[in-house]
Structure formats: C-alpha cells, structure tokens
C-alpha cells in the first residue's frame, strides 16, 4: 500500500470533508464499532449540503439516547432535549422563527414511546418540521429494553424471552396522522437516504424519515444476529424496495423482508397556512398573517 | 445500490451487474483515498461494500487496537466515496485524481 494514502490524525494534511460540520472538540463519538449512526449523520450532512440551505438557517434537536447524541456532534444550531421532547421543542423553534428548517433526529424509543404522542400531533397538525426517525428496533443506550418498535419475537432485556407486544409500524403511523412525507431507508442505502432527506427538507410540512439501522452492542448481539455489518449484509439481503407502497403492508418481522422507499408525499396545509387561511377568514383585512416571533 | 433493479443476485458482495454500452468510452474517474488511521474502529463497512474491492484490513493495529483499513490496489479507486459515506467513524475519503489519460475500464 501507498504511504500517501494512510494518515494518522497528526500529520494528516487534508481535513475530512465531515470534520466542519462535526463538532471536532467532541470526537471520538461514544457510538459502539459497527453502530450505523455515524453513517446517519454523514446522509444528513451531504442533505444539507445538496438541499444548499445555509446551516445559519438550520437547527438540529435530539432527544434523549445514542441517537440523541446526533444534535451534540453536529455544528449547526441544535439542542438535545430531554427524553421525548425533541418535537415539541422543534415546534416551538419552528413557530418562533418560520424561516428555521427544523430538524429533528431522535431513536425509536425517544420519538414513538416517550414522544409517541408529540409525534402524532404534529403529523395531524402537519407541523413544518423534518423528522428523522432512527429505528435500532430497541432502546440502546440504556441497556436495550424493549421498545414500541421491537419486532415480535426479538429478544430485549425487558423481553428475556422475546418480545409478544405487537409493534408500530412508524410510517403507517405517520401516514394516518396526516404526516406530508414518508420514506424508510435502512442505514446502508445511504444516497437513498440522503435524497429522502434533501426531500423531507424541501417538503412543506411534516416529513418523517425512517432509518433502520444497526444498533451492535445491544439489538444484534442480545439476538445472536451478530455485528452491524452482518445487519448490514443482513438489510442488502432482505431490504426491498417499493415506492408507494400501501404503509399498512409496512410491518417488520423479526429478520424478515423489509420494505423501504418512499411512501407518501402529499401536499396538505401546513399548522401556519391553516392558522393564516382561517384567521384571515374570521378577521378578513384586520389580520396580518404570522411571522413569528422573534425579533429580527 | 442494486435493490431496486430487477433479479438482483443475493450476494455478499455489491457487484457491478451491468456493463455500460459505452464501457470503453467512458473515462473512469479516479479517486485518491485518505483514510485517517487512529478515527478507525475496525467496522470493515468500506472493505465489504467498496465496489472496487480496493481496500483490505491491515495487519496492524492502530492506537485504539483496532485493524484499519489500507488500500490493496492503488490505482482501482474510481472516486465513488461510498466507503465515505459509509464510514460511521468519519475515518476515510476520497478526493478526485487529475487524470492524464483514461479511456479503458476493464470492469
Ligand atoms: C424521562 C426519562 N425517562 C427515561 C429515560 C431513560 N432513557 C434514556 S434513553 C432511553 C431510550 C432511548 O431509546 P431510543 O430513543 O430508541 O434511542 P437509542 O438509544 O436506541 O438510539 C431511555 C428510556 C430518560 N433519560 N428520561
Ligand atoms: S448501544 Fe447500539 S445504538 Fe448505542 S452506540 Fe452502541 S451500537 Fe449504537
Ligand atoms: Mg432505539
């Protein structure tokens, strides 16, 4: 091998594309060997950058768990919330100043269990926000309990021998809530990700991305099923992809086909254009239509 | 990636399937890889799905104890930074090599 190609941090003569977008103070991630979410946060900086928002203009929110890390490690506007959270902070960010594109990247626990209720009723209000659902299939980091997202069968250290409670398939979930976007992707499809992210950015209102991912130390080892790269082959495998798929046909099965494309993309009014169309009905010319709150 | 194309075979392996008509006008770009030694966690992701098979592990261990990855074939990159992309620990890229001839692809 070349001696040019191989860099160690100290004499490396040209930056990694990702380290002005990383907060490098706080690198290494905590994220375990063959976790998928560092691959989540590369799609979502290569979205901003293709989507050409200005990261002025762009605020990240996590809520609590590995993938709550997500709003520390990026350089842009973010802030992790607490357990559950994320989307109600997001929506105050987004009604306060409307010209933020607001991003929300949080785990399945953090965003369908905790958070489930915030989730249905900003997709029913069709709030303008994006919304990154990482799907590890299990609550990671506090020892890989059992999630409303764990398939039957899978095995959890709350499910010792396998999971019995029926799980929610997420972009069903989003769909009957009204949500304006809804994609899955698994963490290896990583252009496909990116492009659904660019989309669900430029989608007015609600937009949800699911990503499956492998979570190593705790999902596919309590399984048996082995590293994230074997999940990672295991997705190459059994992934299949079908655009505009009926989202009740959506479930996952323990290790079985996983269907992912892109499902719904519909256009609704968004919370601000109904609160501007029914206002400017019931005040007529005395209203002026929302700009938010915050002063320039 | 191949999923969304008709009978792809299941395999291990990302494989190029088809070849171009125009295989042998193209100009093949070529991508000079980086990779930062001691971010490595010894993932194999860019190993595995490199569709060039340019890289294999290391004997080595870097500071963290893990194999890293090295570049087994120089000149095989063709700058398509999926190992990039892949990368969960922001440890490897690929920057574009000027080129002075090109016009053949064996693939
Ligand atoms: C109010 C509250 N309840 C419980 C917890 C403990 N807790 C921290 S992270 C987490 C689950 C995280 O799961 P998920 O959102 O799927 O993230 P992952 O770690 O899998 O990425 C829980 C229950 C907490 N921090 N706060
Ligand atoms: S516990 Fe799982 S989700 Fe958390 S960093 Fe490790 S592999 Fe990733
Ligand atoms: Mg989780």
């Not at chain 1, 269907?259 to 005040?283: A, M, N």
Request: hydrophobic share 35%.
């Amino acid at each position: 091998m070349t001696k040019e190609t191989t860099v160690t941090e100290e004499t490396q003569e040209q930056a990694h594309p990702m380290d002005e977008l990383l907060r490098m103070d706080r690198m290494p991630h905590i994220w375990c060997p063959t976790c998928g979410l560092g691959t989540v946060v590369t799609a979502l900086a290569m979205a901003l950058d293709k989507s050409g928002i200005s990261l002025d203009d762009v605020a990240v929110v996590s809520g609590i768990g590995c993938t709550g890390r997500v709003a520390g490690y990026i350089k842009v506007d973010s802030f992790h919330t607490t357990h559950g959270r994320a989307i109600p902070f997001a929506t105050g960010l987004h009604l306060a100043n409307p010209k933020l594109k607001v991003i929300v990247v949080s785990g399945d626990g953090d965003l369908i269990a905790i958070g489930g209720n915030h989730f249905i009723h900003a997709a029913r209000r069709n709030m303008d926000i994006t919304v990154i659902c990482v799907n590890n299939f299990i609550y990671a980091m506090t020892g890989g309990q059992v999630a409303p997202t764990t398939p039957l069968t899978a095995n959890a250290s709350t499910m010792p021998y396998g999971n019995f409670e029926p799980p929610f398939n997420i972009p069903y979930l989003a769909d009957s809530c009204g949500a304006s976007y809804v994609a899955r992707w698994s963490s290896l499809h990583v252009r496909r990700m990116t492009t659904a992210f660019a989309e669900a950015l430029a989608a007015p209102g609600f937009s949800l991305v699911e990503v499956v991912t492998p979570c190593s130390t705790l999902y596919a080892r309590r399984n048996r099923l082995g590293t994230g790269l074997d999940l990672l082959k295991f997705y190459h495998d059994n992934c299949e992809i079908e655009h505009g798929a009926d989202t009740r046909s959506l479930d996952i099965d323990f290790q079985s086909t996983i269907k992912l494309g892109k499902f719904i993309e519909r256009r609704r009014p968004t919370f601000l254009e109904s609160l501007d169309d029914w206002y400017g009905q019931v005040f007529g010319d005395k209203y002026e239509p929302y700009a938010g709150a915050t002063s320039e | 990636m191949p999923q969304d194309l008709p009978s792809t075979p299941k395999s291990t392996k990302m494989k190029y399937w088809r070849k171009p008509l125009d295989a042998d006008k193209v100009k093949v770009p070529h991508g000079e890889l980086h990779i930062i030694v001691n971010r490595c966690k010894g993932c194999l992701f860019c190993v595995e799905y490199c569709p060039r098979d340019v890289l294999q592990m290391s004997e080595d261990f870097n500071v963290k104890g893990y194999h890293y990855p090295e570049v087994k074939e120089d000149d095989a990159c063709v700058n398509c930074q999926l190992c990039e992309l892949l990368c969960p620990e922001f440890a490897i890229f690929c920057v574009e090599k000027e080129e002075e001839g090109g016009g053949e692809n064996e693939s």
